[in-house]
């Protein structure tokens, strides 16, 4: 007759928070914080961003404003993954199955089309979508967990 586990401290622990847990928490830390680092880095391509999509002689008046445009969509995202990061630290949310399923999907399609964004240097105004879908989208899903624990305590902490 074969374990289940292992009995070990690591077997114990996935005997006591089962066995999707033991992957999502992971991958949904690393996923976030791979999102989190693609859009650090877009912040350092704004220049590059903001120029090659304007065109071959924009004024300083429209750098500036398409730099201000896309700084603010990222200063968005970098308040969403401080909410994220509240509920992933906190352990408010960690135990939520599809919460962190999909945060996991949508912080993976949020890294890799930021790092698309970048790379190929899309329009800047196009962020604004990217921020929208795969960062403001995770922290509204993770603000809602947070209301039903503590205002409306239908999930009790």
């Avoid at 949904?28 to 999509?53: C, D, K, P, Q, W």
Wanted: aromatic share 16%.
């Amino acid at each position: 007759r074969r374990r289940r586990w292992a009995p070990t401290a690591l077997g114990a622990i996935a005997g006591a928070m089962g066995r999707a847990e033991t992957y999502l928490i992971p991958a949904r830390f690393a996923l976030t914080t791979g999102h989190l680092l693609a859009v650090l880095t877009m912040f350092y391509h704004v220049e590059s961003n903001v120029i090659g999509t304007l065109g071959k002689s924009p004024t300083t008046a429209q750098i500036s404003a398409a730099t201000s445009d896309l700084k603010s969509a990222w200063s968005v995202a970098v308040c969403c993954f401080v909410l994220d990061y509240v509920g992933l630290f906190g352990g408010i949310t960690i135990f939520f199955r599809s919460l962190n399923f999909s945060h996991c999907v949508l912080h993976f399609l949020g890294a890799l089309y930021t790092c698309w964004f970048v790379l190929d240097t899309w329009n800047y105004a196009m962020y604004w979508k990217i921020c929208g879908l795969f960062s403001i989208l995770p922290a509204l899903l993770e603000l809602g967990a947070l209301a039903n624990v503590f205002i409306f305590k239908t999930v009790p902490y």
